[in-house]
């Protein structure tokens, strides 16, 4: 059980809030938890698809860095934006805070562009509107989050038939899938050797993922890793013409291909449950034909400062 207080901070760094009473709601039940609510997003200032101008969200950002009372730094969405901060975004200031940085889908670009910049790890985790924000929030979602947060490690167990034997450990780095790779060649795409490559993606279809998996090959990426765990990908729609070519067609070319194995199953992705991961971790995947875990550690946590039950 983590003790109050965390103080978590509400940015913006991509889309606006589709619901703007789902940011109330998140507010109101983080501050029912014991968290104390810095809210850096004004509805009224969206632009365009964005949850502000890029000047706007950016300010968003470093403010909640330079906030002494701010622990976590949290998303309000994904979406689209995050891109457009980067060359702007002060890393190092973040890194030298120590806040941790919360979210998943487009904040995959702060995640990597942090860890590329300084080193400095982060949180593949819940976001303000998707998560707090729900009329029903998913328990287990949160629950892993806290777990998470509180360290010193953290297990993720899935049950998922039909993955290869793997015994690997490494750091443990990844995202969204396109976002990734659209920062393939970009200061922001770390160097990570002898890693464990975790990825999702939403409503891209598997010809789509392979090819970006192909790109990532074909880069000398995935030659660097240990393994390659697969999260949700789904909100895809076949056609006649692909003739059979699914996602179990495509997993299998790319297990016959790729130079590392590729484990599926995760809970990670633009689903409503979901794992946390931080990004950066030290991780030991272990799988068989039953399932695999993803034991995580060396990684940042307040377990032993203020928190949040």
Not at 35 to 46: F, G, K, M, P, Q
Request: some cysteine.
């Amino acid at each position: 059980m983590i003790t109050p207080k965390i103080g978590i901070a509400i940015v913006a760094p991509a889309g606006q809030a589709l619901e703007p009473c789902a940011v109330d709601r998140a507010i109101a039940r983080l501050e029912g938890q014991g968290c104390l609510v810095h809210n850096y997003y004004d509805h009224a200032c969206i632009h365009e698809r964005f949850g502000g101008t890029d000047e706007g969200r950016l300010a968003q950002l470093h403010a909640a860095v330079q906030d002494p009372d701010v622990h976590l730094i949290m998303a309000l969405r994904g979406g689209y934006g995050t891109t457009r901060l980067l060359p702007h975004v002060d890393f190092e200031a973040i890194a030298a805070s120590g806040k941790l940085v919360v979210g998943f889908s487009d904040i995959t670009a702060l995640h990597m562009g942090l860890f590329a910049r300084t080193g400095a790890l982060s949180y593949a985790g819940p976001m303000i509107t998707p998560d707090f924000g729900v009329a029903e929030p998913v328990r287990f979602t949160l629950d892993d989050f806290w777990r998470c947060l509180a360290g010193p490690t953290h297990t993720i167990t899935e049950c998922v038939p039909g993955n290869p034997r793997v015994q690997e450990a490494g750091t443990v780095w990844g995202g969204n899938l396109a976002m990734l790779v659209s920062l393939l060649g970009t200061p922001w795409f770390p160097r990570i050797d002898d890693g464990i490559l975790y990825l999702e993606d939403i409503a891209e279809h598997p010809y789509r993922v392979e090819r970006l998996l192909l790109q990532l090959h074909q880069a000398g990426v995935l030659a660097r890793q240990r393994a390659i765990v697969l999260g949700d990908f789904s909100g895809y729609k076949l056609g006649a013409n692909d003739n059979g070519y699914d996602f179990d067609t495509m997993l299998a070319y790319l297990r016959a291909t790729l130079p590392v194995p590729v484990i599926h199953g995760l809970t990670f992705g633009h689903i409503p449950t979901r794992v946390t991961i931080p990004f950066g971790a030290q991780g030991q995947l272990d799988a068989d034909a039953c399932g695999f875990t993803l034991k995580l550690s060396d990684y940042p946590t307040l377990r032993s400062g203020p928190g949040c039950a």
